[in-house]
T-cell receptor, first 109, second 112 residues
């Protein structure tokens, strides 16, 4: 079992809609969770991190963490074509930092 | 501006040749990491270092070597023992794991 599971997509949403990206993790000892955006051919860029249960908002982005269900999500409101990228979910515990394989998001004009 | 610089951006390796990828950071981060990414795949950890003069193998260290003689620098050598080196190589650093990683812009290595 992979430590972090993501649907590879692609997830297609129309411009202006809410994009919902999901991630599940297996290690209950995980402390913090991160969402990275990676454009094709580029390196990952950190956009959000969360370590407490509940929601964390930053502009158009909201990260959600449910430790009981071992579930992390990223909501992107008012999606723009420039949001089209692969989104990597990552988590850590005291000893290791691990990445999911990513979900490809397409925002259609 | 603080950041991580990887060079070169593109690198071509002949069969049987060793090549070294450079990674320099001016973020004053203690920990540095090397990842490999294959097309459509996630990131796989090659080596990491949490302090100068110390480093640990990751999940796919065979055919690679590293050094950490300075806090700012963490070069990766891809040796001839690595049979399938064509990939996108990413260097990262972190203050600590709570804050996540900062990535360099990557080096794309191709065997010719």
């Amino acid at each position: 079992q992979k430590e972090v599971e993501q649907n590879s997509g692609p997830l297609s949403v129309p411009e202006g809609a809410i994009a919902s990206l999901n991630c599940t993790y297996s290690d209950r000892g995980s402390q913090s969770f991160f969402w990275y955006r990676q454009y094709s051919g580029k390196s990952p860029e950190l956009i959000m991190f969360i370590y407490s249960n509940g929601d964390k908002e930053d502009g158009r982005f909201t990260a959600q963490l449910n430790k009981a269900s071992q579930y992390v999500s990223l909501l992107i409101r008012d999606s723009q074509p420039s949001d089209s990228a692969t989104y990597l979910c990552a988590g850590n515990n005291f000893n290791k930092f691990y990445f999911g394989s990513g979900t490809k998001l397409n925002v259609k004009p | 501006d603080g950041g991580i610089t990887q060079s070169p951006k593109y690198l071509f390796r002949k069969e049987g040749q060793n090549v070294t990828l450079s990674c320099e950071q001016n973020l004053n981060h203690d920990a540095m990491y090397w990842y490999r990414q294959d097309p459509g795949q996630g990131l796989r950890l090659i080596y990491y270092s949490q302090i100068v003069n110390d480093f640990q193998k990751g999940d796919i260290a065979e055919g690679y070597s590293v050094s950490r003689e300075k806090k700012e620098s963490f070069p990766l050598t891809v040796t001839s023992a690595q049979k399938n080196p064509t990939a996108f190589y990413l260097c990262a650093s972190s203050r600590d794991r709570t804050y996540g990683y900062t990535f360099g812009s990557g080096t794309r290595l191709t065997v010719v």
